[in-house]
């Protein structure tokens, strides 16, 4: 008797065929997941894997280098250009303060005033005589200005209430606060008395006077630019000279303003020299623009490749896991470094664009330009941390720095809140009595170098001879602003940030990913040099870096 068979159920030909197709179907979607983890994981890497996986040149990183160089030598070329024109405004501005200011001393620190009715008059008359006879006293390229062929006068001006009765003695007053002006002109050419009031019939009521201004334009040429191959910029200083009243305490201040106009001579001529250094300049700065332009496209081009990416991650996400993407996940997608280097770039174009126009004399914006392309430049330099994190012991700084970001905002606007009633408090109650208090903007500069242990001891003296209430808070108010924010604010800010470093030093030394895309990623076994990176449409930027 034949042994019978083992009962094997058999398939049909139709579920042979679905069992065939749904191990298919699964070996499809193992082969889009593992594409699609090699996909992530070029994304993400630095500019020498990704030229090792595909053969991609890292023209952001050789642009990036190239741009440190050429934005360098352009900040440090407009620097010196600058410091010139501020050097040229700082003199001229003491030069006219000692041409104006009767007994006026270098380093002056009290406040230049005048105390008595008779100096006011010598040190307005002093002004005018010192304007009138201008051309023999300046050792400068000083000169008046002209306008429609004649020269402008000075222009002697009062401030005054429209009507005033004080009488301290019977503690009576009568005032309408409105304010009138009166003024007169002083010409070059016109002859000087020994009398004011009798020369331009100017007379002072001290019950109702507010202030005296004096108004004056002169011009002048920077000629020191000749020695560093620059054309001389021609300047007008409009100066205003103001006699300060308003107090009414019986000490008039004295201030000297000036506003600087800055232009192109009408007609000039250095001998042996041609505009060859202005054009190469203006094609330094062309270069320039063009080098960051570039890097803007590029950069905006990998920000927004990796948006898309981002979404892709998203959706494939939850279709396959069922989860949802953190936001913190996301974010690993916009590279915060690309957005500097955006920043930087918008930044240095108009800067540069400014240059060229204060280079061609249509623009004066000195101060604009100059904060342009310094913080363009800064960001430039603060963007090389990006490549330093390509080594594994420099990216732990970086790395530290990122994750302990936002702890730190948080900790700082908390911090800010305690920072902010002291300053307020300060500035209320020690105001009147310490100089380094007297304004909302003085208390914070004041409170900050405290927390940096500058400047204490003179902090404490100044207060020392005030009334003992006052001297008695200010104690309570200092010891107890050092003590918080020194020892405990200040301590709990670094253990913050050496926690934070702890934290990743661990993660780094267990090679533990510290989210989910990144062990999605870890999964991805292939090496750069691997040669399964090779694809014809290329999913990541076309360019590297």
């Not at 440090?76 to 250009?81: K, N």
Request: charged letters at 20%; glycine letters at 4%; one cysteine or more.
């Amino acid at each position: 008797m034949e042994e019978s068979e083992p009962l094997v159920p058999r398939r049909s030909g139709l579920e042979r065929t679905q069992y065939g197709w749904s191990g298919h179907i699964r070996s499809l979607e193992s082969h889009m997941v593992e594409d699609f983890r090699r996909k992530l994981k070029y994304f993400f890497m630095n500019p020498c894997e990704k030229y090792k996986a595909r053969g991609r040149k890292p023209w952001k990183l050789l642009i990036q280098v190239f741009k440190i160089v050429i934005i360098t030598v352009q900040l440090v070329s407009f620097g010196l250009s600058n410091e010139m024109m501020v050097t040229f405004k700082d003199e001229s501005l003491l030069t006219f303060k000692h041409l104006f200011l009767k007994g006026f001393k270098d380093h002056q620190m009290q406040t230049y005033a005048i105390y008595t009715k008779a100096d006011l008059y010598n040190h307005i008359y002093f002004v005018t005589d010192r304007y009138l006879h201008l051309q023999n006293l300046t050792m400068g390229n000083l000169a008046y200005a002209v306008v429609d062929g004649r020269t402008t006068p000075l222009s002697l001006c009062k401030v005054f209430y429209r009507n005033s009765s004080v009488d301290p003695s019977n503690e009576t007053f009568n005032i309408d606060p409105h304010i009138e002006r009166e003024c007169i002109n002083v010409y070059p050419m016109g002859s000087v008395d020994t009398s004011l009031g009798t020369r331009t019939n100017f007379s002072l009521d001290f019950r109702r006077l507010l202030s005296v201004n004096i108004y004056l334009t002169l011009k002048s040429i920077n000629l020191q630019t000749v020695r560093h191959h620059e054309l001389p910029d021609c300047y007008d200083f409009k100066i205003q000279i103001i006699f300060d009243n308003s107090a009414h305490s019986g000490m008039v201040k004295v201030d000297v303003k000036n506003n600087v106009s800055i232009y192109e001579c009408k007609d000039w001529r250095v001998e042996g020299t041609s505009g060859k250094n202005n054009y190469g300049l203006l094609v330094f700065d062309s270069v320039v623009i063009l080098a960051c332009f570039a890097s803007l496209i590029l950069c905006l081009r990998s920000v927004i490749n990796g948006i898309q990416l981002q979404f892709e991650f998203n959706i494939f996400f939850h279709a396959y896991f069922n989860k949802i993407v953190s936001w913190s996940d996301r974010m690993e997608f916009i590279n915060g470094w690309y957005i500097l280097i955006i920043i930087s770039d918008i930044l240095t174009i108009i800067g540069s664009v400014t240059k060229i126009g204060i280079q061609t004399k249509f623009l004066t914006n000195y101060d604009v330009c100059s904060i342009l392309l310094g913080t363009a430049t800064m960001l430039v330099w603060v963007g090389v941390i990006r490549y330093f994190g390509f080594f594994k012991k420099y990216n732990i700084l970086i790395l530290t720095l990122r994750a302990a970001f936002p702890n730190v905002i948080r900790f700082c606007c908390c911090a800010a809140m305690i920072y902010l009633g002291y300053c307020f408090c300060g500035w209320i109650i020690l105001g009147p009595h310490h100089d380094k208090f007297r304004t909302l903007d003085k208390v914070t500069e004041c409170l900050f170098s405290l927390i940096n242990g500058d400047d204490m001891y003179a902090t404490f003296l100044n207060l020392r001879d005030k009334s003992y209430m006052v001297w008695l808070f200010s104690r309570l108010y200092l010891y107890s602003f050092i003590s918080l924010f020194i020892y405990m604010v200040l301590s709990l800010f670094i253990a913050l940030i050496t926690d934070t470093y702890e934290t990743i030093k661990h993660h780094q030394q267990e090679k533990v990913p510290a989210s989910e895309l990144q062990a999605f990623i870890a999964e991805c076994r292939d090496q750069p040099e691997s040669g399964r990176y090779q694809t014809n449409k290329s999913s990541s930027c076309c360019c590297s870096g």
